[in-house]
């Protein structure tokens, strides 16, 4: 909710404004413009061709809505067809979180084996340069060698800006075509991924992360191997990699206890050695009249990268004596991890991947659930994280948003008229108005994401609109006792026509630039509610305005019948008015 906190806040401010000019400035406008010359005199050129135009769409509904009204039951079954519709059509249309905004950064991150030293690791990076350089789209680019939130000795990363979006291809199109230049070296892991996209880390090839959680680390790393090599035949994602670093040189030294006893030698003796060799330990401050300056102690850097400057070190026994390190250590060289990623106290191994252009982003994750999840032994457990978890999160919330939003509205039309009947009456062009966008959303290959859903919010309030001014006037003429209720609905949606389609169609048009993405940068992720509101509205205004009519009719005569079995158990109420029915005036 918070991400769309200026979204509510200008929605409720516009509305708000809206309601006051309608109540005040709209009215005297009307009196100072609206004149007998204004409304029955004589029209011509473009005015005399849109009253035309109106009057033969006015005839023709018309026409069609007494059809419709002979045959409300099967009227009746189509809206239920939508509703299935709308939920098949849920199923298909592709789900995401937030589109990607090309705003020209490409990340490219580079990853080598764990044994590589700085020097080789400069070199390979250096030969991509070229590479970079040559490609039409690349204005400059900034690499860093190690560094990042672990400070991998093994990666670097490569921050690319591209040329104006005038001048070059899409953000997608040059990351695919660097990615067959870059990726020519065995030795080298290198993935790209657009910079405006918030990733797992900054050292992680992927956007998305699966983490893996458990106590035994031999399980652990051996789910973790598997999980990694069947997310590689997935065809949704790609640039699958592991934090798992486990092939770094090391050298294990184990101490001779009883020797370092009978010197006099503690372990922490030994301890504070090492740290001063090869940990920067600070010893002293040095303080200038314009700064200062940490003084650190270590082994000269070019020689920390040979074992053999371990026979330098030397330790003073009890006795006062200088005992060499090696004496009372035993040097044994083996492979080891490169650090330990822990997650609430457990090791965690993070599988980070990327989603395959072509592919949603929801179905994607659902893939890579199941296919980790048959793979991990009981001692294993593994769950989206990141980004990827905040989308499973997003959708679930958006759903309940969109619901609560409907109960909260039938709640207030409900108060308004005092009715358990009439907001049914409301709230049943919104099935159709759903299918519309998801129609449109699948048939323009657009996902279903949190710009969608802001769309799908907005015309629920307009569709509710538009059938609130039919039933107002229903409802006043079934008052009156001039008409009943089915022909006080037909002429309510006759009289109500103009108006309507002149706040739906205005609203259209204001969503079409959206749904053509035009605009600044990042015009594309608004596309979706673009496409939503448009589809949503022009589905729901050809369907409401003979949906509306029936479910009007057919809940009229539910409220009488109910209240008609009221009245014969319990008794006519205090007031004598039926439930459903309308206010007495």
Not at 48 to 74: D, I, P, Q, T, W
Not at 358 to 375: F, H, I, N
Not at 415 to 437: K, N, R
Not at 480 to 509: D, F, N, Y
Request: aromatic share 8%; net charge neutral; charged share 15%.
């Amino acid at each position: 909710g918070r991400m769309f906190f200026e979204f509510a806040a200008v929605i409720i401010i516009a509305i708000s404004v809206s309601f006051f000019v309608s109540i005040s400035l709209t009215p005297m406008m009307c009196a100072v413009f609206l004149n007998e010359a204004s409304l029955h005199g004589q029209r011509s050129g473009l005015k005399a061709l849109m009253e035309r135009g109106f009057n033969a769409v006015h005839a023709a509904y018309e026409r069609s809505l007494r059809a419709v009204m002979r045959h409300k039951f099967l009227t009746f079954l189509f809206s239920l067809s939508l509703i299935a519709g709308t939920w098949w059509f849920a199923s298909l249309v592709p789900t995401g979180y937030f589109p990607a905004i090309d705003g020209g950064r490409i990340r490219v991150t580079v990853r080598a084996e764990e044994s590589i030293s700085f020097e080789a690791l400069v070199s390979a990076v250096q030969k991509l340069h070229p590479i970079i350089a040559a490609d039409p789209a690349v204005r400059s680019y900034v690499t860093n060698i190690g560094g990042g939130m672990r400070a991998d000795t093994n990666t670097a990363t490569i921050m690319i800006r591209l040329k104006p979006i005038a001048e070059r291809d899409g953000i997608n199109d040059v990351i695919e075509r660097l990615r067959r230049q870059l990726n020519t070296s065995a030795t080298l892991m290198v993935s790209l991924r657009n910079a405006n996209i918030q990733g797992a880390g900054s050292n992680t090839t992927g956007i998305y992360s699966y983490t893996l959680v458990g106590s035994d680390t031999s399980e652990l790393y051996g789910a973790a191997r598997r999980v990694e090599e069947a997310l590689r035949q997935l065809k949704s994602v790609r640039d699958v990699s592991t934090d798992m670093q486990l092939l770094n040189p090391s050298i294990r030294l184990v101490v001779d206890r009883d020797k370092a006893t009978m010197l006099g030698i503690t372990l922490s003796q030994i301890e504070n050695a090492l740290y001063s060799a090869f940990g920067t330990r600070e010893v002293s401050t040095i303080y200038t009249d314009v700064s200062d300056y940490t003084v650190k102690m270590e082994v000269l850097r070019e020689r920390q990268d040979n074992a053999a400057v371990l026979d330098s070190l030397y330790l003073r026994s009890s006795a006062g004596k200088l005992v060499p390190l090696e004496t009372l250590v035993t040097r044994q060289y083996e492979a080891g991890p490169l650090n330990v990623i822990h997650r609430g106290q457990f090791p965690a191994v993070n599988v980070s991947f990327n989603v395959t252009a072509g592919y949603a982003m929801g179905d994607a994750m659902a893939e890579v659930v199941a296919t980790a999840g048959d793979l991990l032994p009981d001692s294993v457990t593994g769950s989206l994280v990141g980004t990827a978890q905040d989308f499973q999160r997003s959708v679930h919330d958006m759903i309940i948003i969109i619901i609560v939003s409907v109960l909260l509205i039938y709640i207030v039309l409900g108060v308004l008229y005092e009715s358990f009947i009439h907001p049914i009456t409301i709230l049943s062009g919104l099935p159709s108005a759903g299918f519309g966008a998801l129609f449109c959303l699948w048939l323009f290959h657009a996902e279903l994401n949190m710009t969608a859903f802001v769309g799908i919010i907005m015309f629920i309030g307009i569709v509710k609109k538009n059938a609130i001014m039919v039933l107002d006037f229903a409802l006043s003429a079934e008052r009156k006792g001039s008409l009943g209720s089915e022909e006080a609905i037909v002429q309510g949606c006759l009289i109500r026509l103009r108006p309507i389609l002149m706040t739906t169609l205005a609203a259209i048009m204001g969503a079409l630039p959206l749904a053509f993405g035009l605009g600044a940068t990042g015009a594309e992720s608004r596309q979706p509610i673009g496409i939503c509101v448009a589809g949503g509205l022009f589905f729901s205004q050809l369907v409401t305005l003979y949906i509306t009519p029936v479910y009007y009719v057919y809940l009229d005569r539910f409220g009488k019948r109910f209240a008609a079995v009221v009245r014969r158990i319990f008794g006519r109420g205090h007031d004598g008015r039926l439930p459903g029915s309308p206010p007495a005036v």
